[in-house]
């Protein structure tokens, strides 16, 4: 068994054990042939007969890949060696040496409690990214696949280092072949554990790592929502630099960034990337909303009557109809000059009926751009009634709530006020929050406190009953 003050290979005195698992150790030495002595890194890895074969086939894929590979925040190859049995160890070790990187990895920092600023997490992402670049357009690509803090070392001057490289995956050799699944589970995408992996799955990891950094928290440990984990309502920071960290960790590899050199160019226009699709829409709702930065769409559906039930009130509606005509055909025989008033009344209880079924019936469209909004009400899918307005005439806070004529819809003030279509007063809260958000991305962390009635509101002019959602969750 390797020992502090040991001399492997008659060239590397071993100084401090960094790291151990059951086959595996990792060890700072010196380097007694370099002039001037230098540290370096050794691993080793036991060749016992319980070691699964897929360990020994990414150390040895470790020392390949890493031959080929030059960059500064990158260890590099040293040397790759045998030791035959060794003293007190009854099994041969494979030795790998590379340079050593200097400083604490981030989960080090992470364990002593330290707080990273929202500066040091964007220029961690930018270096990190930066190493990514190099990694995966280097032919063929080169995988890191276990990105995450103790994986990174913040040296000098806060440089980023990118290490231990045990399951890189040199992609042109997976092509066709079976991917021996690795990584850190919480910093893994789901397309990794299925045994695939693409350059993005190393942006879903240093998404990941940069949620823990920012939260403080190991991401496996936070909530989850449709795959997406939830992060926003923990940290204060910039809501672009949150929305990008999103699209890092976007569980669909479509929805997510594709490409490191694409993921730093979103970074320096952060504020212009669509949000990630939210979904907090009230269990058992059939609204359906569609939201990117430039558009806002949103399908409210008819009301509550089956096309059974429409059936239905048509008949009885004809069988009531039944009795005024019987009395205007008594009254045309008996009184000619009362025809025109008894087709009048007539016309005017088939338009009122008519009117009265209207609401069931229609569904409700609203469409939003940075321009224009219109509220379209349509009938088995025919236009019968549009309204237009300007984006720019809404103040998302104030023109914004919910319909004052008692109908439970939402109302827009843009010059005018527009009314959409009636709906529960779960989904009424949910709808005015989901347009103020996008109306106003600066108001996201905060909420209207539920259970204050709408009137109320108008009369305060809102303010006073705005509040930070910490303060009432």
Not at 26 to 35: G, I, N, R, S
Not at 140 to 150: A, E, G, N, T, W
Request: proline share 5%.
């Amino acid at each position: 068994m390797p020992q502090v003050g040991q001399v492997l290979n008659d060239r590397y005195q071993l100084q401090e054990r960094l790291g151990r698992d059951a086959s595996r150790q990792t060890w700072l030495a010196v380097d007694l042939d370099a002039q001037p002595q230098t540290q370096v890194v050794v691993k080793l890895l036991a060749l016992s007969p319980e070691m699964p074969w897929d360990e020994c086939k990414l150390f040895e894929r470790e020392a390949q890949v890493l031959q080929l590979l030059d960059h500064p925040r990158i260890p590099q190859y040293r040397d790759y060696f045998v030791l035959d049995h060794p003293v007190d160890s009854r099994f041969s070790w494979f030795s790998l040496v590379e340079s050593y990187m200097p400083g604490k990895s981030l989960q080090q920092w992470l364990n002593l409690g330290y707080h990273f600023s929202e500066a040091q997490v964007k220029k961690i992402a930018v270096e990190v990214l930066a190493i990514l670049v190099y990694l995966h357009e280097l032919e063929p690509p080169v995988l890191h696949r276990d990105i995450k803090p103790s994986n990174l070392i913040w040296g000098k001057g806060q440089r980023v280092y990118l290490v231990d490289f045990g399951a890189v995956q040199d992609k042109a050799a997976a092509e066709g072949a079976t991917f021996t699944v690795v990584g850190t589970y919480g910093y893994v995408p789901m397309e990794q554990f299925g045994g695939r992996a693409e350059p993005a799955s190393d942006l879903y990891a240093l998404g990941a790592t940069l949620i823990h950094l920012l939260t403080g928290v190991a991401p496996a440990d936070l909530p989850q929502q449709d795959g997406r984990v939830q992060f926003g309502d923990r940290v204060n920071f910039d809501l672009g630099l949150l929305n990008w960290i999103g699209k890092l960790t976007e569980p669909n590899l479509t929805d997510r960034l594709s490409t490191a050199r694409q993921a730093l160019k979103a970074l320096n226009h952060k504020h212009t990337l669509s949000p990630p699709i939210t979904n907090r829409r009230p269990t058992g709702s059939q609204i359906q909303l569609h939201k990117s930065a430039r558009q806002l769409k949103i399908e409210i559906p008819r009301r509550g009557f089956r096309a059974l039930d429409v059936l239905y009130m048509l008949g009885v509606a004809g069988i009531l109809s039944y009795f005024p005509l019987y009395i205007i055909r008594l009254a045309v025989s008996r009184y000619p000059g009362v025809v025109f008033w008894l087709y009048f009344a007539v016309i005017y209880l088939f338009v009122s009926l008519i009117w009265l079924l209207l609401p069931a019936l229609q569904q409700t469209h609203l469409y939003f751009d940075r321009k224009r909004f219109e509220i379209v009400w349509k009938v088995f899918g025919l236009c019968y009634w549009r309204r237009r307005g300007k984006t720019a005439e809404i103040d998302g806070w104030r023109s914004v709530y919910a319909d004052p004529e008692g109908r439970k819809g939402v109302t827009i003030e843009a010059k005018r006020r527009y009314a959409s279509s009636s709906m529960s007063d779960v989904e009424r809260v949910w709808l005015i929050q989901e347009i103020r958000d996008w109306l106003d991305p600066a108001f996201r962390n905060f909420r209207v406190k539920p259970g204050i009635f709408t009137d109320e509101m108008l009369d305060a002019g809102f303010d006073e009953w705005i509040y930070k959602k910490e303060d009432f969750d």
